[in-house]
């Protein structure tokens, strides 16, 4: 009934890709009942799961390290035959890669800044390197599906950091400390975290980056080595107020700052130094923003790697986040360090598995092929709901449903007004039509552990779908409550 009502509306063409975006909402994927264990993030240290590395007004700043291996799973995306990493013949320009120095000795490394969401208007994100808001593309499509995938099957980790901003927001008073909070909901919220993807490529040989810290754009940051090895090495402390190891005459005949610099032994403890092995396959999620930090890339093997970050659409927020180093700077990275450790410990971080990454990736395929479609119904919709006509869309609900009783209400209300109105034009009747199903076609399902399904739409979900119970931007519900999902959702076509 629902495909005879719009079937009126649009030509045969349309109506088969309706039909497509409608299989794609009426088929969910089959959840994985089992995780495999690789899979599933640890502590780097199970003992001391949080250390401490910069020192900020109140204390060193707090961090969880979780690691985990999947040489399979990157892997796979470093083979993606139409990325950079597989074929070295491409152009690296072609990708947006230009030479970076990363130390002193001016050598440098071949670097590309990407946004990695489908579902953005914009090309435009904050690159923290340059301290610039400038123009970058969307990643290849594995890569894409990868993180889109890991975003959604490691939800509740991201829950508990919301929650935690949210309550830390209440409890405080402070202006600065309640606007920081604000940005960094709205990038969970708006599912932007690992958006911002910064490549990087090493042809092979010796090299050595200078120690440094990352700005709060790496409050949350996922590191992937798709191949070759290198070395990371990090400073770290127990305590809160640990002491720096004294030095004696530690600026004689060295730059300013080395006397942090991990490649500076002197100015640690043995026990203070972590050199972590990254080979093909290694994954790591913490905050470099945190602690003192550096890479040694080893052998003659190129080494591929991405690093995952917030993606600040808003220029003027992010300069105002990522160069501080305060004491609300150190709250808020106490309430990430927290939030990560107890989602290791529930095993509520993961990665997802290579089924479900090419999973996300054939949802990718079919929306990137209704993209441009979508964009003239956006256009034909604002142009309806800015129309003078009484005739309203009900598909697209800007409030909650209502009771049936505040149905009848608004109904006699309507009534007693006895203004007819208005037909729609034939015009707008067809672009109703269009909207609709590229409504449906933006709505993906990637499955989820213990038989949940989630339902993502970043374009439409504040105002088609308000009301069915939204979390961090999308519709979570049970596998029991799809049926009445779509008997909401059948109001698009009705």
């Not at 008073?173 to 606007?179: G, N, R, V």
């Not at 754009?217 to 720096?244: N, Q």
């Not at 993961?350 to 079919?366: G, H, M, S």
């Not at 990637?446 to 088609?464: M, T």
Request: net charge positive.
């Amino acid at each position: 009934m629902a495909v005879r009502t719009f079937g009126h509306c649009v030509t045969g063409s349309l109506d088969l890709i309706g039909i497509v975006a409608i299989c794609l909402i009426y088929i969910p994927l089959s959840a994985s009942s089992s995780v495999p264990e690789a899979a599933v993030f640890r502590h780097y240290n199970k003992e001391r799961p949080i250390s401490y590395g910069i020192q900020l007004p109140e204390g060193r700043a707090p961090f969880a390290f979780g690691h985990v291996l999947a040489e399979d799973l990157m892997s796979y995306l470093q083979e993606d035959p139409h990325g950079p990493f597989l074929n070295q013949s491409v152009p690296l320009v072609k990708w947006g890669f230009e030479e970076d120095t990363i130390n002193e000795e001016l050598e440098s490394i071949w670097k590309a800044d990407w946004h990695a969401t489908a579902f953005w208007g914009t090309s435009k994100i904050f690159v923290p390197r340059v301290d610039k808001f400038l123009p970058s593309r969307q990643p290849p499509l594995r890569i894409l599906a990868f993180l889109e995938a890991f975003r959604q099957v490691s939800g509740r980790a991201w829950s508990r950091i919301l929650d935690g901003l949210q309550s830390l927001s209440r409890s405080d008073e402070e202006l600065e400390l309640k606007e920081i909070v604000r940005i960094f909901c709205k990038s969970l919220r708006e599912q932007s975290h690992f958006c911002g993807v910064e490549a990087q490529i090493w042809q092979g040989g010796q090299l050595v980056m200078d120690s440094h810290t990352d700005g709060a754009t790496s409050l949350l940051h996922l590191s992937l080595t798709l191949g070759g090895h290198r070395t990371l090495r990090i400073g770290h402390f127990k305590e809160r107020h640990s002491p720096y190891r004294p030095q004696d005459n530690r600026r004689r005949g060295r730059p300013p700052g080395d006397e942090v610099s991990v490649w500076n032994e002197a100015a640690y403890a043995q026990d203070e130094l972590w050199d972590i092995p990254q080979s093909t396959g290694s994954v790591y999620l913490t905050s470099p923003f945190c602690f003192e930090h550096g890479v040694r890339y080893e052998g003659d093997a190129p080494v591929f790697a991405l690093q995952c970050r917030f993606a600040f659409a808003n220029f003027s927020e992010a300069q105002l986040v990522n160069g501080q180093r305060t004491g609300n700077m150190r709250r808020v990275a106490e309430v990430v360090s927290d939030a990560l450790v107890t989602a290791v410990d529930k095993i509520e971080l993961r990665l997802p598995t290579l089924e479900e990454v090419r999973a996300v990736e054939e949802q990718l395929i079919i929306n990137e092929q209704l993209r441009p479609v979508a964009q003239h119904a956006m256009h034909a919709l604002q142009a309806l709901n800015s129309s003078n006509t009484k005739a309203r869309w009900h598909g697209l609900p800007s409030t909650p449903m209502v009771t049936k009783k505040e149905r009848r209400r608004r109904r006699r209300r309507r009534r007693r007004r006895r203004r007819p109105a208005r037909s729609l034009s034939r015009e707008q009747d067809t672009s109703r039509g269009i909207a609709r199903i590229i409504i449906c076609a933006h709505i993906k399902i990637v499955p989820l552990e213990r038989g949940r399904q989630l339902w993502c739409s970043q374009e439409f979900v504040p105002s088609c779908l308000h009301g069915c119970g939204t979390s961090l931007g999308a519709i979570a519900l049970d596998v029991q409550g799809l049926s009445q999902c779509f008997r909401r959702c059948a109001l698009l076509f009705a």
